[in-house]
């Protein structure tokens, strides 16, 4: 993990660059908890309905959050500035107390990755293996995308299970055939009708992700999923805080390029190996 050399276990941070300008937070709303069977259960063709108008209503994000990514070296902390707008541009600006300590940018074609400490761009392609170094899921960039703003990535459909309620959780439980193989599993607020939870397997079992949505935080009047936690295979996960978000912003393209950063050098990404 880049994150665990000296200088990056940030305690704070401070709001500094273009990418600021947040319109205020709502207050966080935990999730009811159903003690009993509802009636008239949704079918799994109105529950993936939900999941889908999501990604019309949600378009993108800019936001604060405090992480806590726990992977092969254990658990680091860190306040950050995010910019996610689906299906592949992403900037991540993780905050010292003196300023930007790193940044990582992508328009889906060029990955950008600024260290403070080398006073270095690193440039290369955004694969699975170089954003994992940074966010321990070995996802395509549109599926970390999705993830991040609180939903499953878009899925070809083979076949739905019939809708169940868990008397143990509360939850309405779906669970879908996926094209080309592997199952999805999602979790719902009855009360509420919003995902809670969603896990994807591979066809030999195997976890591709487990994305869990503690809370919601009302913003501009709609609801943000506003405490995510994201596992990988291996249970290395990502747990991201939401505060002072922005809901569809209008984001220059400038913002997922480091064009205009200046470093003393630039190096040429190839494999993880070649990261700070």
């Given at each position: 993990m880049g994150l665990s050399r000296p200088g990056l276990i940030l305690l704070g941070f401070v709001l500094v660059g273009e990418v600021l300008g947040w319109v205020g937070c709502g207050a966080r709303r935990a999730?009811?908890?159903?003690?009993?069977?509802p009636s008239g259960l949704p079918s799994a063709g109105e529950l993936l309905a939900r999941v889908e108008h999501e990604r019309t209503r949600l378009?993108?994000?800019r936001t604060v959050a405090d992480s806590e990514i726990s992977g092969s070296e254990g658990p680091i902390r860190a306040s950050e500035v995010l910019l996610v707008e689906p299906p592949a541009r992403l900037r991540i600006e993780?905050?010292?107390?003196f300023g930007i300590a790193w940044i990582l940018a992508t328009d889906g074609e060029v990955l950008d990755i600024y260290s403070r400490e080398d006073d270095t761009i690193y440039r290369g392609t955004p694969t699975p293996e170089l954003i994992a170094h940074y966010l321990p899921v070995p996802l395509a960039l549109d599926e970390i995308t999705e993830l991040l703003l609180g939903r499953p990535p878009k899925r070809d459909v083979a076949e739905a299970g019939a809708v169940a309620w868990e008397p143990e959780t509360g939850l309405l439980r779906l669970t879908i055939g996926l094209r080309g193989g592997g199952t999805e599993t999602m979790w719902f607020n009855g009360a509420a009708g919003l995902l809670v939870r969603c896990e994807e397997r591979a066809s030999d079992g195997a976890l591709r992700f487990d994305l869990r949505i503690?809370?919601?935080?009302?913003?501009s009047a709609a609801l943000l999923?506003?405490?995510?936690?994201?596992?990988?295979?291996?249970?290395?996960?990502?747990?991201l805080a939401y505060a002072r978000s922005e809901l569809n912003p209008m984001l220059s393209?400038?913002?997922?390029?480091?064009?205009?950063?200046?470093a003393a050098s630039e190096v040429p990404l190839g494999t993880p190996d070649d990261l700070p």
């Open positions: 999730l009811p908890r159903i003690s009993e069977v378009r993108g994000l993780v905050l010292s107390i503690k809370a919601y935080r009302e913003v999923g506003s405490d995510i936690t994201i596992v990988g295979p291996g249970g290395a996960h990502v747990r393209a400038d913002l997922f390029r480091l064009r205009h950063v200046f």
